[in-house]
RNA sequence: GUGGGCGUAGCUCAGUUGGUUAGAGCGCCAGGUUGUGGUCCUGGAGGCCGCGGGUUCGACCCCCGUCGCUCACCCCA
């Protein structure tokens, strides 16, 4: 209990058999992205402090309190990511792929907060970003391809929240209004915004106390103050989500937590999960993130889920199962101490075979507990009858059948067998 | 950053109004005739009772502090 050390607050070492989960996850999101034409883009865990703070808003919480930043031993200010999407921006802006660029990430992202129930301080996010293109299509196969993933993984309460926030100029003329809105009711909001409500009027949206909410309710809402371009643009996606199948809740109240966002704006809710962190994941357009970052003025769209959630999502539908198999099918029992096992095993593993065997010369008692606790559909014993005949005895850990428990078969008929017994 | 709950073996937890060698179940290890797991039996290892201070003849138990875990607020994935 009381081991010198610990994984710092926030964190969490995932291990068997939990860390199976996560291989699956992510394995089965590495095909969907490939199958939607996504390429994976690897990106440094940390950047310049300015290529997160200039997206996601200086003023935003992760960017003013939220951040892990430091400084190196050359004196340059970097920070741990505290998301997805800016990096893989900077990337573009840098490497200049042809567009659009489609790619996908898994990364963990770091943020200085009180950890609770599906909030962590190194939290783990997979996403995809598609940039250089303001093409509608483009919002559609973000938003399809996290949708389709999410069935997948087996989850059927999810519920899909869309908005607008349009391009600049609509987002200015509506923040206007909404200043004005709030400051005519000011003494009516919450404690905290009846302060800050002029800072950011964008915020006082998410406020989830009464009060707030009762004045956003006759307030001014997004999608009102849309231009003809941005109306089309989202009339386009909510049509083709339609034809989809996919259905999706217009609210006209969300906004997301980072200041680059503009249009197509969207987040995934888990009703499952009971508690406040039920947004398993979200994203939207950012079509002036590449050039802030010093690229040129084109449009992206992209999402981030977080893997910690999606998990968390699974459970409280009650999904135990795994998504990828990572039960070894072979444990191979040696008490003879010499390389006839060494060599056996080996040639199994080069067939394909998952295969764990007996380590420290325990008994074969012993070893053959192990081997039940492996999960091993077969044990494969070499003792020195064995060795003495050139045969291996092959034993069902699975079966209560005592005809089909335990054979012993010739060394070369042994693939044979295998085959047989392990389909495979 | 603010507030609540909780820190006793690897895990889940007991521990009598503070009384001397701190317990259980599970797990782990080793045995139970001659090479065999899943059931059963026996034995064993493993705890500065989170850490520091205080009160007391005496503290796992009471008090203070501290660290950690956890839940909630805020915000987010």
Partial sequence: MSASFRAPVGTHDVLAPQSALWEGLIATFADFAYRYGFTLALTPMFEEIGVFNRGIGEHSDVATKEMYVFQDRGERTYAL??????????????????????????????????????????????????????????????????????????LTRIRLLLNSMGHVECRARYVAVLRAHLEEHRSQLCDEHATTWSQNPLRVLDCKRDACIGVINDGPLLPDFLCADCAAHFAAVRSALSDLGIDSTLEPRLVRGFDYYTRTTFEFVADALGNAQNAIGGGGRYDGLSEQLGGKPVGGVGFGSGIERLLLAREAEGLTGNLINRTIDIFVVDTTGDDVATVLVDDLRARGYAVERGFDGRSMKSQMKVADRSGAALALLVGPQEVAADEITIRELRSDDFDRAQLRVARDELWTVLRERLNK
Avoid: C, M, N
């Fill in 81 to 154: 990511r505290p998301e997805g999407t800016a990096s893989v921006v900077r990337a573009f802006v840098q490497h200049q792929p042809t567009t659009p660029y489609k790619a996908w990430y898994v990364t963990p992202a770091f943020r200085y907060e009180r950890p609770q129930a599906g909030r962590y301080r190194q939290h783990h996010q997979l996403g995809v970003e598609a940039i250089g293109s303001d093409d509608p299509a483009l919002d559609v196969e973000v938003i399809t391809l996290a949708w389709r993933f999410y069935q997948a993984l087996g």
